[in-house]
């Protein structure tokens, strides 16, 4: 194999410390769900990471290139790392699985330069799908190379004869070390213990169990090496350069972009708006007045709660798409007709956004109902999340050159790693506890569900409520799920409390 990069000879190391990375990444997830294990994972990769791209950080001229984003992208994914370590919700656990790694994949691709498009265009992330997804298994006979390589290259008999001394300083020591062991042993009975226990770890050992954690160590070492291999050796072209030769092309607009009149857009807004205006204006007789009781006549309550949230939410998002189609896919016009698009664009955001406070009211009045669920405040949040995009979406109206894309990407992100520290399931056993207080009413048998995240809130609730008696059941089951694996790798904050 020719040497793609002559002044870099860290190939072996490189590849040794995937293998190291992977027999590190079976021992922590193997039979041992993630908790601090994952912060050690998330490092242990870095550690790799940064060793193998030391002097081609963004690009082939060291440190030139570099992309700031790339940096900041560091808060987000120590954050969402932190939450394994700290609290136990399974739903977040799993999101957050797939929000690292795209995460983290981002910020590779972002401090390599391995890709030249902008971060907040959709080509980015296409381009991402392929350098995580795709790239990586085209460089799988790559580790097999380097091996048989530096073994039939000119340094075969160097190596060979380290491999000779190596094995020989061993069978030197094998006697030497029977020896230092009896004698360590008749003096420290910790250490004979821990002697002791190699023959009961031996038996536990299965072929089976064993033959996982060589395919997850495999995975793990594989992939990693392959994926840096393929953000390493890249063949990207700049498009901006190719801009900057060819101004005219620069300009040009994709074929086949659909584009809309401006007259038939302005007149589907208007329509839709007078609708919507005509709703807004009806509503806000009764429909914020429907949590002080004022419910229309022949309505049940929760018929009438379920109903009218799960329809404005429908209803936002068909605003949304289009408030998108009018920002990008109308053709632009005389300047009367931008400002009637422009308003009309405002207005239909300001209708959606009274309809996003009334589903929020609406479903504050099912909680009330019904208690309050982990389903109900993911949506409280998605509701305040579609509300700031709103907001960014009536700035980007009005103010053209503001890029929308970037920041609903920011944004996205930092609503993402605020709901993970949200705790939900504690405020979700805090905020039922209120409304026992409120109503006489409690789920326990949904209190059970949920993560040891709950245990300080219930402890709570059951001294100031000790004729719950089944609450203390229910802390009893929490407890025990925090016992239930017992290894350091599963190790929580949250897991600690519930004990």
């Known amino acids: ?57 963004g690009g082939f001229e060291k440190w030139q290139g570099q992309v700031r984003s790339g940096w900041l992208l560091f808060i987000p994914i120590i954050l969402l790392t932190l939450t ?65 390589d530096r073994w039939r290259e000119d340094g075969e008999k160097k190596t060979r004869s380290k491999l000779g001394r190596m094995m020989m300083g061993l069978l030197l020591a094998a006697p030497i070390l029977i020896v230092v062991i009896a004698l360590l042993a008749s003096a ?40 840096i291999w393929g953000l390493l050796f890249s063949k990207a072209i700049d498009t901006t350069e190719t801009a900057a030769v060819s101004p005219q092309a620069a300009v040009l607009k994709p074929s086949g972009r659909i584009e809309i009149d401006p007259i038939t857009a302005g007149t589907l807004l208007i329509s839709m708006n007078l609708v919507y205006i005509l709703f807004v204006f009806i509503q806000f007789s009764y429909l914020f007045g429907a949590a002080n009781g004022m419910l229309p006549e022949g309505s049940a309550y929760a018929e009438y709660a379920r109903r009218g949230f799960s329809e404005l939410i429908m209803v936002s998002l068909i605003n949304i798409i289009l408030l998108m189609c009018g920002l990008h896919l109308v053709r632009r016009g005389s300047a009367a007709a931008e400002w009637l698009r422009k308003l009309s664009l405002s207005v239909l955001i300001g209708c959606t956004i009274i309809m996003l406070m009334s589903a929020y009211s609406r479903l504050s009045l099912y909680e009330e109902a019904y208690g ?24 980007r109206i009005w103010k053209e050159r503001f890029s929308m894309g970037k920041a ?28 026992y207080e409120r109503t006489g009413s409690i789920d326990m048998a949904y209190l059970s569900t949920l993560s040891t995240d709950a245990v300080p809130a219930l402890r709570k609730l059951q001294a100031e409520q000790p004729q719950l008696e089944q609450l203390g059941a229910v802390i009893e089951k929490l407890q025990e799920k925090s016992e239930r694996h017992g290894r350091w790798q599963s190790w929580s904050v949250s897991k600690q409390r519930a004990k």
């Open 372 to 395: 309050f669920t982990q389903t109900r405040l993911l949506v409280h949040g998605f509701m305040l999340f579609l509300g700031v995009l709103l907001a960014i979406a009536m700035l």
């Open 408 to 435: 609903y990407i920011c944004v996205t992100i930092i609503a993402f790693v605020i709901m993970n520290y949200m705790n939900l399931d504690a405020r979700i056993a805090a905020n039922n506890g209120d409304r």
């Open 1 to 57: 194999m020719r040497d793609p990069a002559p002044w870099q000879k860290k190939y072996d190391n490189m590849l040794i410390l995937a293998l190291l990375f992977g027999l590190m990444s079976q021992y922590l997830f193997v039979g041992a769900p993630a908790g601090i294990s994952a912060v050690v994972f998330v490092g242990g990769f870095y550690g790799l990471f940064f060793f193998s791209i030391k002097g081609r950080m």
């Open 188 to 227: 420290d009975e910790i250490f004979l213990s821990w002697l002791l226990e190699i023959p009961g770890v031996m038996t536990k050992f299965s072929l089976g169990n064993g033959i996982w954690r060589l395919i997850v160590a495999a995975f793990f070492s594989f992939y990693a090496f392959c994926y």
């Open 84 to 148: 394994y370590a700290l609290y136990n919700n399974l739903l977040f656990r799993q999101l957050n699985l797939f929000a690292l790694f795209a995460l983290i994949v981002a910020q590779t691709v972002l401090l390599t330069s391995s890709s030249v498009k902008p971060w907040y265009r959709g080509i980015f992330y296409t381009e991402l799908l392929f350098l995580a997804l795709i790239k990586p298994f085209a460089f799988v006979k790559m580790p097999f190379s380097i091996l048989n």
